[in-house]
């Protein structure tokens, strides 16, 4: 899938994709990444995939893994922008937010039932805030956090459709 990012520098958009990736595309921890991908690209029935730069695919700037539950749900297990993009030195912006969008996108395609168009996560409780003000997700337990169709689309719609 084709999207762009802003390149924070320049203030401009940048020609990304988001494609599905193989365990060699998996980061490493050594690299600054903070969970261990080729660990986690072992988990039976998620799907993983990456956020590269149209120019520099060979890059990652952030990945994303998500699964099915109960085969109707879709949770999103993980997701990590690239160390380089993290906080407000980070090169390029709109990363969490268009995987996160992809997700959602997702989750209208895979979910089945009362679930289509839910993303399910869990989320670090320091997060919680930049989940509910930045991606209108909601908290409903603890640490579980759902986006909702209606807020989904309209993620699907900045992030993805920009």
């Not at 969008?101 to 997060?127: H, M, P, R, V």
Request: hydrophobic share 40%; aromatic share 12%.
């Amino acid at each position: 899938m084709e999207i762009q990012v802003i390149n924070v520098q320049h203030n401009t958009r940048i020609d990304a994709q988001i494609e599905k990736a193989s365990f060699k595309d998996m980061p490493m921890k050594k690299k600054g990444w903070q969970f261990t991908w080729r660990i986690l690209f072992k988990t039976e029935g998620a799907e993983f995939y990456k956020l590269t730069l149209k120019d520099d695919a060979l890059n990652i700037q952030g990945m994303l893994m998500f699964s099915l539950m109960y085969e109707e749900m879709l949770y999103m297990n993980n997701i990590e922008v690239a160390p380089h993009n993290v906080g407000s030195a980070g090169k390029f912006d709109n990363i969490a937010g268009a995987l996160i969008a992809f997700a959602c996108l997702k989750s209208f395609e895979l979910g089945k039932n009362t679930y289509k168009g839910y993303l399910t996560f869990d989320s670090k409780t320091k997060l919680i805030p930049v989940y509910k003000e930045k991606y209108g997700a909601i908290n409903s337990m603890g640490q579980k956090m759902f986006i909702d169709p209606v807020q989904g689309l309209k993620l699907i719609k900045k992030y993805l459709e920009a």
